[in-house]
C-alpha cells in the first residue's frame, strides 16, 4: 500500500505564490510516476502537472508558465510551486501516483488540499 500526505495549501491573493507537496510512503517497490490533479465545484478533476519516472513533465495549458512540478532525488516526494495564481486556480489539489506494489501497478490518491485564491 501507499500512503499519500499532502500539505501547503491555503488562502492567497491573487497573483501570489503557494507551495503544495505530496509524501510517499509505504510498502512500493517503485513509483513510476506523480501528478497533481485538481477539482474545482461543480467541475471534472482535471490533470494540472505530471512528472514521470525518468523526469518528464507535462503541464495543463492553463498552467505553463505559471507552476512548476518538481520530485526529490528519491522520488518520493512531490512538489507543485504555484506562482502567479488566479481565481480560477481555487480548488481541491489531490496528489496521484502511480506505483508497485511491488510488482503490479497501481493507483493511489491523496486526501486533497484545498487552495484558495482571492480577487
Known amino acids: 500500500q501507499v500512503q499519500l500526505v499532502e500539505s501547503g495549501g491555503g488562502l492567497v491573493q491573487a497573483g501570489g505564490s503557494l507551495r503544495l507537496s505530496c509524501a510517499a510512503s509505504?510498502?512500493?517497490?517503485?513509483?513510476?510516476?506523480m501528478a497533481w490533479y485538481r477539482q474545482a465545484p461543480g467541475k471534472q478533476r482535471e490533470l494540472v502537472a505530471g512528472?514521470?519516472?525518468?523526469?518528464?513533465?507535462n503541464y495543463a495549458d492553463s498552467v505553463k508558465g505559471r507552476f512548476t512540478i518538481s520530485r526529490d532525488n528519491a522520488g518520493t516526494t512531490l512538489t507543485l510551486q504555484m506562482n502567479s495564481l488566479k481565481p480560477e486556480d481555487t480548488a481541491v489539489y489531490y496528489c496521484?501516483?502511480?506505483?508497485?506494489?511491488?510488482?503490479?501497478?497501481?493507483?493511489?490518491w491523496g486526501q486533497g488540499t484545498q487552495v484558495t485564491v482571492s480577487s
Open positions: 509505504g510498502s512500493f517497490s517503485s513509483i513510476n510516476s
Open positions: 512528472i514521470r519516472s525518468g523526469g518528464s513533465t
Open positions: 496521484n501516483v502511480f506505483a508497485r506494489v511491488p510488482l503490479v501497478l497501481r493507483e493511489y
